[in-house]
């Protein structure tokens, strides 16, 4: 694969996770590996897989959806 192509899929990949945890979209390309981090660090700090996740932020608002 291309660098280009796996920059748009981790750029695509990064705007979807901060639309799950109802985040602004929209930044800077720049910023994409450091919110890629960020993100991975929110997931795994979390203990719970991302089926249970999508359950809890689905039904419940904002805030309970950050307490977990």
Same mark, same amino acid.
């Given at each position: 694969?291309?660098?280009e192509k796996?920059?748009?899929?981790?750029? !695509?990949?990064? #705007?979807? #996770?901060?639309? %799950? %945890?109802?985040?602004?979209?929209?930044?800077?390309?720049?910023?994409?590996?450091?919110? &890629?981090k960020l993100?991975?660090?929110?997931?795994?700090? &979390?203990?719970? &897989?991302? &089926?249970?996740?999508?359950r809890v932020?689905?039904?419940?608002? !904002?805030?309970?959806? !950050? #307490?977990?």
């Amino acid at each position: 694969m291309s660098t280009e192509k796996v920059s748009q899929q981790l750029f !695509l990949k990064v #705007k979807e #996770k901060l639309d %799950y %945890y109802c985040l602004p979209t929209s930044f800077p390309i720049e910023a994409t590996h450091l919110l &890629s981090k960020l993100i991975n660090l929110i997931d795994s700090s &979390s203990g719970k &897989s991302e &089926s249970e996740q999508m359950r809890v932020v689905g039904g419940d608002s !904002l805030s309970n959806a !950050l #307490k977990h």
